[in-house]
């Protein structure tokens, strides 16, 4: 059975420019160049994901979806048994039920693939979305990073067709990213639970009458 993928599909640019500083302080012999520019690698798919806030998206789409991943199981799950009952049934099944079972079969086939379109589109459309929120706010925290970095160029390792062959593990500045967009933007603390309702006191029950004198 096909199953759904999270984080399958990212719109990234294969390159990130960032504007290099490019101050110049005047001397009398002439002007002195800045600090060379560096060049860095960002897996662009892993720090979206591996935010605190990819994380949490990605438990709440795990969530949303169950129910409809375990419906897809419980159709594969009636396709095998139909499998099952047909071939241990090839000798004393009749053949009007070996018919009846494999259109019963071809139904479901159908209906299981209906319903995993509609379940990869659906996921498709949030985890997009997902990644259009994490990955506008995270051009900000790289940008920043870039320039105060003194980087002039930052590639993204996990676009498709990216040039990078090889690089050196110091030149990777994912880390970097996934932690200053976690400190730029942290997960908001839950709502604390409400206290439960204190159960009301029952009225006070008049004290019975005594016979022959009128109640209080």
């Given at each position: 059975m096909m199953r759904y993928q999270y984080w399958t599909s990212l719109s990234a640019g294969a390159l990130l420019?960032?504007?290099?500083?490019?101050?110049?302080?005047?001397?009398?012999?002439?002007?002195?160049?800045?600090?060379?520019?560096?060049?860095?690698?960002?897996?662009?798919?892993?720090?979206?994901?591996?935010t605190a806030e990819g994380k949490q998206a990605s438990a709440q789409m795990q969530s949303q979806f169950a129910p409809q991943q375990a419906e897809l199981e419980n159709l594969q799950k009636q396709i095998q048994d139909l499998q099952s009952r047909l071939t241990s049934g090839a000798r004393t099944l009749s053949d009007d039920e070996k018919a009846r079972l494999q259109r019963q079969g071809e139904f479901l086939v159908r209906q299981s693939q209906r319903k995993q379109d509609d379940l990869n589109e659906a996921v498709n459309v949030a985890q997009t979305d997902i990644f259009e929120s994490i990955g506008g706010k995270m051009s900000n925290v790289m940008d920043r990073y870039g320039r105060e970095n003194n980087y002039l160029l930052i590639l993204d390792t996990s676009a498709q067709g990216s040039p990078v062959i090889y690089s050196a593990t110091q030149m990777d500045v994912t880390a970097d990213i996934i932690r200053l967009y976690d400190q730029a933007h942290p997960l908001k603390a839950a709502a604390p639970a409400a206290a439960p309702a204190q159960p009301s006191r029952p009225a006070a029950t008049p004290p019975p009458a005594t016979p022959g004198r009128p109640a209080q």
């Open positions: 420019l960032l504007s290099a500083p490019a101050a110049w302080a005047q001397g009398g012999a002439g002007a002195a160049a800045a600090a060379p520019a560096k060049i860095g690698l960002l897996n662009v798919r892993q720090a979206i994901v591996a």
